[in-house]
């Protein structure tokens, strides 16, 4: 079935660009997609990719796709404390179809 | 803005108990979806409707059911709730008009004693 990876911890200095990694295994996933949780909130979708792009930018937020390797990452440039949340990672067929979610990355912001 | 408003943020029921966690949208979306979240596992979908009174079961739907009589409310049901049903529980809706942002709820917090 289908899995998605993320490793649960990630620490960076304010200011300096965050990488956040997520592996995914359903090939045939249309879009990708990060979503964000502030502490005791729900789910804020970030930003998402189509499968046939291998870049997105969005102001601070970058997003590379490699569709071979089957590897997304988000770079988050100048990090600042309130980019401090959980990252989720999800894959889909797009529209309304359910996503199937990573296990989160907890990223922390130090000064 | 698209709002999805979760009845209850907190609660602490016994076991055993039966338990109603409510979900409203206000974008007549035809797509709801209930997720639970736990640390280490990320979300895992319980149940999804794309259409009222119409129901799928998602990946883990054991222990639960749910409700679509109108289209703008989603409930989940806890029959007899359990120890190990203790979660945060997020509900999210999509819609035609919603492009491809899948709104969510900001969640409820469920202990069960």
């Known amino acids: 079935g289908e899995d998605v990876e993320q490793s649960l911890f990630l620490s960076v200095r304010e200011g300096d660009s965050s990488v956040i990694n997520c592996t995914y295994t359903d090939s045939s996933s249309t879009y990708l997609y990060w979503y964000k949780q502030e502490p005791g909130a729900g789910l804020q979708l970030l930003t998402y990719i189509f499968s046939n792009m291998d870049m997105k930018q969005d102001q601070r937020l970058t997003v590379l796709l490699n569709k071979k390797d089957k590897h997304l990452s988000l770079r988050i440039a100048d990090t600042q404390t309130g980019d401090s949340a959980i990252y989720f990672c999800?894959?889909?067929?797009?529209?309304?179809?359910?996503?199937?979610f990573g296990t989160g990355t907890q990223l922390k912001v130090e000064l | 803005d698209v709002k999805v408003t979760q009845s209850s943020r907190y609660l602490v029921k016994r076991t055993g108990e039966k338990v109603f966690l409510e979900c409203v949208q206000d974008m007549d979306h035809e797509n709801m979806f209930w997720y639970r979240q736990d640390p280490g596992l990320g979300l895992r979908l319980i149940y999804f409707s794309y259409d009222v009174k119409m129901k799928e079961k998602g990946d883990i739907p054991e222990g639960y059911s749910v409700s679509r009589e109108k289209k703008e409310r989603f409930s989940l049901i806890l029959e007899s709730a359990s120890t190990n049903q203790t979660s945060m529980y997020l509900c999210a809706s999509y819609g035609q008009i919603s492009g491809n942002t899948i709104y969510f709820g900001e969640g409820s917090w469920l202990t069960v004693v």
């Open positions: 999800a894959q889909g067929a797009g529209g309304g179809n359910k996503l199937t």
